[in-house]
């Protein structure tokens, strides 16, 4: 495994990291001001996202592109640096038309959609014309199961008929989102549990789709939304079935993996954000006789960031590699890994860097607390840590299971003992 940056992915991070610095970042006051007038998206994101797509920095992130469709057609190993630099910023992404939900639900219709769909739904979102949703979660239920997700989808004549209710649905309160993407229960009973749920596309502004409420993260409220949605009788056209029925739970595989990945690139972009806004503070600020940095507690906590950055960082590529050779067995291990780790790393740095801050840290005037509240989220979105830590552990008791005695050549317990039978 070669993790070096090739030249071609060099020259896009050094055009990316300058786009952002020339023409995004003058506006992150602007953004924040904007939201906080109620004025969502600012209304400067359109002409940033025509200027991006001018500059060939748009849809980074799909590597199965036709030609016919707008992007740079990124391997996975490929995009992951750029979402580190995005990350950095978490409103950026949208400028270059790589948000999440929208990068996992562009993957699921390139790879499931009819060409009607494609036209219909893929198009617009390639071309940033809409923004979409992922509804999965539900309050009812313990979600980190999904085979208990009780949202359900009947045939009714020509229709599809949903009912159910989800919550913490990433995007649906943005004004752009036209699409939802529904995992409902419509298998038959006594077939096997994952073959018992189904993708319906839905508009979002089909009868019976009642946006509840946006629900606040750690009282943090986002402007796109985490949205509770109550489906009543929702009707829509057999043909918005996506995929195959009874495929939801292969198919949400499928989206997963690239889109954890993408979630822990930008976490590491902004653990590097946080590291140097800790070690600029402990410069400048001068306490009990010294600079903050002369202090060996800080040292410390300079240093270990800086190495649990890093070997984050190498986890997350060999997990994009895996993918990308098709690896999908290890692949899905090594990402339930980079899931937990990627977690803990943002609330251990960011926690280090709200500490050197002080009460500064705590409030909305630099970014740290922001990050932090999402750090911790994300310990439970897209799956909790038990899960996830589960998933490696199984792996790991799976390889010791083939490889049972191989070890015993490293005991030195007497030759008498060792081959005394032992009880079971």
Known sequence: MDFEYSPKVQALRQRLEDFIDRYVLPYNGAWH?????????????????????????WNLFLPGLHDDEPGERLTNMEY?????????????????????????????????????????????????EMRSAFAMSEPDVASSDPTNLQTCVRHEG??????????????????????????????????????????????????????????????????????????????????????????????????????????CMRT?????????????????RHAFGKYLADFA?????IAESRLEIDQARLLVLRAAWRLDQGERAQARVDVSAIKVVAARLQTRVVNRAMQVFGAMGLSPDTPLAYFWTWGRAMHLLDGPDEVHLRTVARHELEHAREIRGSTSAYFTLPDQLLAEPRIR
Do not use: Y
Not at 201 to 224: A, K
Not at 230 to 241: A, G, I, S
Not at 297 to 301: I, P
């Open 33 to 57: 001001h904007s939201v906080a007038q109620g004025i969502f998206p600012p209304p400067f994101m359109e002409d940033l996202k025509a200027l991006a797509k001018a500059e060939g920095l």
């Open 80 to 128: 992951a640096p750029l979402a580190e630099i995005m990350g950095r910023l978490p409103w950026a992404s949208e400028v270059f038309n790589c948000s999440a939900p929208d990068t996992g639900n562009m993957e699921l219709l390139h790879l499931f959609a009819t060409p009607e769909q494609n036209q219909q739904w893929l198009r617009p979102l390639l071309a940033g």
């Open 297 to 301: 507690n800080v040292q410390e906590w």
């Open 158 to 263: 020509g229709q599809l008929v949903l009912n159910g209710r989800k919550w913490f649905i990433t995007g649906a309160a943005h004004p752009d989102c036209k699409l939802l993407i529904v995992m409902c229960r419509g298998g038959e009973e006594g077939t096997d549990k994952h073959a018992q749920h189904s993708m319906v596309l839905v508009p979002m502004d089909t009868p019976g789709v009642t946006l509840v409420r946006n629900i606040p993260i750690m009282q943090h409220h986002s402007p796109e939304g985490h949205c509770e949605i109550l489906f009543r009788d929702v009707r829509v056209p057999l043909t918005n079935l996506l995929g195959q029925e009874g495929a939801g739970f292969a198919m949400a595989q499928a989206r997963l993996g690239p889109g954890r990945i993408h979630h």
């Open 268 to 284: 590491i972009g902004q653990c590097e954000l946080a590291l140097a806004l800790m070690c600029d503070r402990t410069l400048e």
